[in-house]
Structure formats: C-alpha cells, structure tokens
C-alpha cells in the first residue's frame, strides 16, 4: 500500500520541500509586492498638506553581518495643520526602509526646502488625519526582487510537490 508521503522512497521530502518553498514563494510575493501595493493604493486619494520639519536624525541600523555596509533609518518629526487641527507625526514612509539605500536624500530634501526650491508635503489619511506620510512611493527594485523570488520559490515548489505525487504512485 503506498502511502501519500512515501518515505521510503524518499519522495516524501520532495513534497515536504516543496509545500516549504511554495509557502515561502507565497510569504514573498504578498510581503514584498503586494502588501506595499496596498498600502500605496490605500493613500492614493490622501491629501497632501504642507509640512514643517521638527527633528530629523540618521541612524545608523546594525545587520547581523560583520562586513556588510551600513544601512541607516531616517527618525524625523514634523507637525502639518489639517482642517485647523495641528498634528504631530514621524512615520516618514509607507515602506519601512524609505532611506535605507540613500540616507543623504532627506539631508538634500531639507536643504532644497530651506533654499525655497520646494516645499514638504505629507499625504495625510482624510479619515484619520493623525496618519501620515512624508513619502509615498513604491520601490521598483524591491517590487522586481519579490515577485521574481515569490514566483520562483512557488514554482519550484508545486513542481517539487508534484514529482513526489506522481512518483509515490
């Protein structure tokens, strides 16, 4: 009698790697691509209201890895004005690590502002305007990288969980 995971033959751990990597594939794809795809959708109609930053700092996050580069966070504080309410926030993107490639942009952007070449704006949340954003953007790279892992990892791991059904029969 064959079972559905025959370990005998050491198909069954083509199924368990394959549930694995089909999982994970999964885990990627709406991690990397369509959970910010949300959330940029989601403050697409927000309104963008002029800002004044309070503090802004750079920090220096530290990685597991000895020799890696350094990658820095962005801790900003400004306050906006949204319909004669004044509001304080630091919530500076809708990703996570808005600044962790280019740590010198906010440095620039401030310095553009002071010069009067532009002006900071922050897309605030008309239903709840104590939430907003100093930037709203979809990172390309990050989008490529997990919709490439997300479908390859799915992938490999169906046709690994098929070869161990077809194969234990």
């Not at 280019?102 to 605030?124: C, I, K």
């Amino acid at each position: 009698m064959v079972s559905f995971l025959n370990v005998k033959k050491g198909y069954g751990l083509f199924f368990i790697f394959g549930i694995c990597g089909f999982f994970i594939g999964l885990f990627l794809f709406f991690g990397l691509v369509m959970i910010p795809f949300y959330d940029y959708g989601r403050s697409m109609f927000w309104d963008k209201v002029p800002t004044v930053i309070l503090e802004k700092d750079m920090v220096e996050v530290s990685g597991g890895r000895r020799h890696s580069s350094p990658s820095y966070s962005p801790e900003v504080s400004y306050t906006y004005t949204y319909e004669g309410i004044q509001y304080v926030s630091n919530d500076v993107s809708n990703y996570d690590n808005v600044l962790a490639k280019n740590p010198n942009w906010l440095d620039r952007e401030l310095e553009h502002s002071r010069q009067g070449v532009n002006t900071f704006f922050a897309w605030v949340n008309p239903s709840n305007p104590s939430e907003s954003y100093l930037v709203r953007s979809i990172w390309k790279g990050t989008t490529f990288l997990g919709t490439l892992m997300g479908v390859v990892f799915a992938f490999v791991g169906l046709v690994l969980v098929r070869m161990s059904l077809l194969k234990a029969n």
